[in-house]
C-alpha cells in the first residue's frame, strides 16, 4: 500500500460500518495489503466495530401467516 493509500484509508477507516464496507473501499481504490498491513488494519476494523452500538432491525411481520 502507498503512503497515499494509507492516508485516504486512514481518514475513511471510522466511517465504515462493516468489513464489506472496508474490502469495497479497498477494492475500489486498488489497496494490496501486505500480511503486516492486513493484520494491523483488521485488528483497526474490529476494534472500532466491537465500540460501535448494536443496534435493532424492525422487520414488518403483519399479514405474515405462519403455518
Known sequence: M???QREM??????????FMDFH???NKHNIIFDNDEWEEYS???KKILQEKDDFSIYIDT??????
Open 24 to 26: 469495497s473501499f479497498a
Open 2 to 4: 502507498t503512503q497515499e
Open 62 to 67: 403483519t399479514g405474515l401467516i405462519l403455518p
Open 9 to 18: 484509508l486512514e481518514k475513511r477507516l471510522k466511517s465504515f460500518t462493516s
Open 43 to 45: 485488528n483497526k476494523m
